[in-house]
């Protein structure tokens, strides 16, 4: 008795220390011998990953899951979840195991399954490896080939796109691999988003609420995908893969030191990562959706959305809206239509648009070998087929992609758009020789209308006359006149060089006096209405100003039809240039940034209180800041201001102008307009200094709020260090920022009678004292563009940024 006695303490210790050896020693796998309890991990051999129990944040309930073991303690990151439908809340006598034939299981102490891998076969060594991808498989444990492997996480993601990772589907075996959303931020329970590839017609990946599409960022056309928001990561080379056996999107890391994931949020986000170690932070390099224009198929077949005009859906160049009255109310689903109906027995033509991200290719075919002159007479062929375009761009136009029926969720994009070409009716694509026929009606009737022509051109040049002497101001205004002689040697005529710029008003170029002083010329565009009140406008209100923070005027040239400003010329041009650029933000380091809010606010301080005439700028914004050489701001753009008399305040206009997230809520609404309206474009510009954000288009990953609601809401939650750009941290005064913070919030808040005046905040910028506290800010409510989708509706509103008001002095 004795002797089995000891010999059964013997076989316990001997046990023990082997699972205590296992626990002790930091290991990437588990074999048939050995398990993991609640406590234990297992860790990829480059120590990046670790595997182990854990629980959400805010939740009692335990997991097994993934996480990068590189950035713990700072945050606990998990990139997969095993038993995420089946929630432990009792650990105890918890084990996961490797048995044979090759199952990774979590069983209970009645050794029952919770949850487990399968196989449809089996090996004699199974082991379970965490590979330095982050990837789980089970494998034999002599057989490193990865065409062999038992089981993979890798084809059972959960909210997480790895690098290495293949997202896609196998037509051989019908498994598709896609992303599954949490169903809340503390509970990894598949929620109601999901994110996959689709191979119907040609790839393109969706965002899916269920089996509704929710936005889509179009096909694969050799270097991203058509519409992406951003060009891809430097540090990533990605690629798709689509032949007969399988189709699959996957990308890898170029630089292994670099940590990026790619996350399909709980509320339906996709948001690609890179972990920041500097700040010990994820950093959202984007996130989509970024705004409503993608939104899948907003804008009706045939509609195109453009973020930047208001309404942001519109028919494209040759349609007209299906139904004009559902259109005008918002209502978009119906889309458009052509304004010649297509007929297949006719001739038809097709039209090329530009910059666009391409239609919905659920309905498509394509050949990778045909040229596009193939694909036009293929596409010439065939009714149905109603659009063509480039399948491959990496190396010239390559390959062919059909589009078959109506073309639907094309948003404009015109910097990484792509060309297609639309079957339209011959009639919408003059011939030359119908021009030429046309000419000739033209040049027949002519004699006949030449005594009334000879009348209407005595009429435009009594018209003329009247303008030259309205504009004769030299002697009201004591402001230089340029000959255009002068002009045009300084600009090398006009030379396309010489542009930096264009606007409403017209194009601006870049011009040197034989003095050698650099000048920039706005140049009024003969078409531009608009331009000429702006002319008139600047020349009224800026020659009577004279302020370091205002650019100064020089002159003007009024000459035959010819009508330009000239300005000293700012090197380093506009504001929005640098702060809005992830490169050329880096230049404005905290100082110069404070410098350049204090400089803004003394300029608007001079307009509305120390300036012959009481001046409201009505359109401050970044790209109306310019700077200077040494990057000191300078206010510009006086095309839209407006001057009140004595001691008042403000006014009230009809015509509402400026540029959308830098209205204040009473004039953007009631058209009253004051300096409290100046103070408001001040707070925002402000914050979007600091931050590095725009306002309008604004994104956070925890909720849909735009920058003056996310500032707002860190400001009460005591946090608004987390407003202030990343790259500001080696060089701001806390203490300073914060204080910026709390004015900016001041300048925004609802009624104008709770903003300070500017000669306030020129006095809180500078000094210490307290500051009161701020109330809730205008327009900050919150969006939901799912709703939005779904309800196929978006209120109509006028677009400010072109309607202008003709502006006289009182």
């Known amino acids: 008795m004795e002797t089995s006695f000891f010999f059964l303490l013997f076989l316990l210790a001997f046990c023990s220390s082997i699972h205590n050896s296992f626990s002790n020693t930091t290991r990437d796998l588990i074999n048939t011998n050995q398990f993991i309890i609640d406590g234990e991990t297992i860790v990829s051999s480059d120590g990046t990953f670790e595997l182990g129990f854990f629980n959400p944040s805010g939740s009692s309930n335990r997991y097994i899951g993934i996480w990068y073991k590189r950035i713990l303690p700072h945050v606990q990151t998990v990139v997969w979840v095993a038993n995420r ?27 029952e399954s919770i949850w487990s891998t399968n196989t449809s076969r089996s090996v004699q060594n199974p082991v379970a490896v965490l590979l330095d991808s982050g990837n789980l498989v089970v494998k034999d444990a002599n057989d490193n080939n990865p065409e062999d492997f038992l089981w993979q996480s ?43 590839i689709d191979p119907t017609g040609y790839p393109q990946i969706f965002t899916k609420s269920g089996t509704d599409v929710l936005y889509r960022i179009g096909p694969w056309n050799g270097l991203r995908w058509s519409g992406a928001p951003t060009p891809l990561l430097e540090c990533c080379f990605a690629q798709v893969i689509f032949n007969e056996e399988e189709v699959y999107y996957t990308y890898s890391l170029i630089n292994s030191s670099i940590i990026a994931r790619l996350v399909l949020t709980s509320n339906g986000y996709i948001q690609r990562l890179l972990w920041v170690d500097r700040t010990k932070r994820w950093h959202i390099y984007y996130s989509l959706p970024a705004d409503n224009c993608d939104t899948h198929s907003l804008c009706g077949a045939y509609g195109s959305c453009d973020i930047d005009n208001i309404p942001v859906c519109g028919c494209l160049e040759k349609f007209v809206p299906k139904h004009p009255q559902q259109w005008e109310k918002g209502d978009w689903l119906e889309g458009c239509v052509r304004k010649t109906p297509l007929d297949c027995n006719k001739e038809h033509v097709f039209i090329k648009y530009s910059g666009i991200k391409l239609p919905d290719t659920k309905h498509s075919h394509y050949d990778k070998t045909m040229t596009l002159e193939g694909c036009k007479q293929v596409c010439s062929r065939s009714c149905s087929c109603t659009a063509y375009s480039s399948l491959d761009i990496k190396n010239g136009d390559k390959g062919c992609l059909l589009w078959f029926g109506e073309l639907i969720d094309i948003r404009k994009l015109s910097e990484r758009g792509q060309d297609i070409y639309i079957k339209m009716d011959s009639s919408e694509q003059e011939s030359e020789a119908g021009s030429k026929r046309k000419k000739a009606k033209i040049f027949s009737v002519s004699f006949s209308l030449l005594m009334a022509m000879i009348l209407l051109s005595l009429i435009l040049f009594l018209y003329k006359w009247k303008k030259r002497k309205k504009l004769q101001l030299k002697e009201d205004f004591e402001l230089p006149l340029f000959q255009l002689s002068t002009i045009t040697s300084t600009t090398n005529n006009f030379s396309l060089n010489n542009k930096i710029g264009e606007g409403g008003f017209g194009p601006v170029y870049k011009g040197v006096l034989e003095e050698g002083q650099e000048i920039a010329v706005k140049r009024l565009s003969r078409t531009s209405m608009q331009g000429l009140d702006q002319f008139k406008n600047e020349v009224i209100y800026i020659a009577k100003l004279q302020h370091r923070n205002l650019v100064r005027l020089l002159g003007c040239c009024i000459q035959g039809d010819e009508k330009m400003l000239i300005y000293e010329y700012m090197p380093n041009k506009s504001l929005d240039s640098y702060i809005f650029d992830k490169t050329r933000s880096k230049l404005l380091d905290w100082p110069k940034r404070f410098n350049i809010i204090n400089g803004i606010a003394r300029g608007l301080l001079y307009l509305h209180q120390d300036s012959r005439l009481r001046i409201i700028h009505r359109d401050l914004k970044p790209s109306n800041i310019l700077l200077d050489t040494d990057m000191n701001p300078k206010i510009s753009d006086f095309g839209m201001a ?99 913070i709390h004015v900016g919030l001041l300048c925004v808040q ?49 677009k400010n940024e072109v309607t202008i008001t003709l502006l006289d002095p009182r």
């Open 154 to 196: 890798f084809n059972f993601p959960t909210d997480t796109h790895l690098p290495d990772m293949k997202l896609g589907k196998n037509f051989k075996t019908g498994h598709e691999v896609y992303l599954s959303a949490w169903k809340t931020d503390n509970d990894p329970a598949p929620g109601e988003f999901t994110r996959n």
């Open 642 to 740: 407006r001057s009140v008399a004595g001691n008042e305040m403000g006014a009230k206009t009809r015509n509402v102008v400026g540029t959308h997230g830098y209205m204040s809520p009473e004039y953007a609404v009631d058209g009253i307009f004051s300096v409290k309206s100046d103070v408001f474009s001040f707070g925002v510009l402000l914050l979007e200094i600091v931050s590095s954000k725009r306002n309008r288009g604004f994104v956070h990953q925890d909720h849909n709020l735009n920058l003056l609601g996310h500032a707002w809401k860190l400001y009460k939650e005591d946090m608004s260090l987390e407003l202030i750009d990343e790259q500001l941290a080696d060089s701001w005064d806390i203490s300073q920022v914060l204080r910026l």
């Open 85 to 111: 439908e089946n929630p432990l809340t009792n650990t105890s006598s918890i084990q996961l195991k490797v048995t044979k034939p090759g199952i990774l299981a979590l069983f209970n102490d009645k050794n």
């Open 750 to 798: 609802q009624h104008p009678d709770d903003r300070p005046n500017m000669s306030s905040v020129v006095h809180m910028l500078a000094n210490d004292n307290l500051l009161p506290k701020a109330k809730e800010p205008g327009f900050f409510t919150e969006r939901n563009i799912f709703d939005e989708a779904k309800s196929g509706s978006q209120t109509r509103s006028s």
